[in-house]
């Protein structure tokens, strides 16, 4: 199965179906969708988000709605750095510490606000928030090509601060949930649960990545992500 052909026909439907919501156009990204307040609402009601303390997002659009209930909550939030691009690569936003929370949550906010930390710095990680292009009942996820997410949650588990037990989620349209066969990797993270507007979906999916798989990352990955060069084994 192609994986860009899957993205093209879900971006062009939800650019035609008249859901997808700023920025625009929805392709090329993670895409925003009209109810993903709704979409949010649901994941809040999950006894796995309940019991949470610590999240980690990432900072597409769709998501906003899910950090700021987050920060509202008095969860602790971290977010990745664009591309890992900074050594310290998370950005640390304190729930006690956030007056504006609504500033805090955007793009621009998470960057001037959040604290930046490595993982070395971060406490285990309870629920992780992922944004997605298309994903299976299975819990098979594509997202928009560039693997950032995967190998956050990588990144993560070398450090010890996720596992086969952390709770991984995503918020799409029901146009984003399809039901053909998505092939994955090891190095995929899986699903747990689906929340669209409409649906709660329990998916589950398996065990999760172990770590950094090295022998398929190149070497301009490498050179790009400084918390790679720290990790890399010699």
Not at 75 to 101: G, S
Not at 183 to 196: A, E, K, M, Q, S
């Amino acid at each position: 199965m192609d994986k860009q052909a899957l993205r093209e026909r879900i971006w062009d439907a939800l650019e035609e179906e008249g859901v997808a919501r700023f920025p625009f156009p929805p392709h090329g990204r993670i895409p925003n969708f009209a109810g993903a307040i709704d979409a949010a609402d649901r994941l809040a009601d999950l006894d796995p988000w309940g019991t949470a303390d610590v999240v980690k997002a990432n900072p597409d659009s769709p998501q906003l709605p899910v950090r700021r209930l987050a920060l509202r909550a008095g969860k602790t939030l971290y977010v990745a750095v664009p591309r890992l691009r900074e050594a310290q690569c998370f950005r640390h936003l304190d729930p006690a510490a956030i007056e504006d929370v609504d500033h805090a949550t955007t793009v621009g906010g998470i960057s001037a606000v959040g604290a930046a930390v490595g993982p070395d710095r971060m406490p285990r990680v309870d629920l992780i928030v992922a944004g997605s292009v298309a994903v299976t009942e299975g819990g098979a996820r594509v997202g928009k090509g560039e693997g950032y997410s995967d190998l956050e949650f990588a990144i993560l588990r070398e450090a010890g601060l996720v596992d086969d037990d952390t709770t991984t989620v995503t918020t799409v349209h029901d146009l984003q949930v399809v039901d053909e066969t998505i092939p994955t990797t090891p190095t995929d993270v899986p699903i747990d649960w689906i929340l669209t507007p409409t649906r709660t979906i329990e998916t589950g999916a398996g065990d999760k990545p172990a770590g950094i798989e090295w022998d398929r990352l190149d070497e301009a990955r490498v050179a790009e992500i400084p918390i790679l060069q720290r990790l890399r084994p010699d």
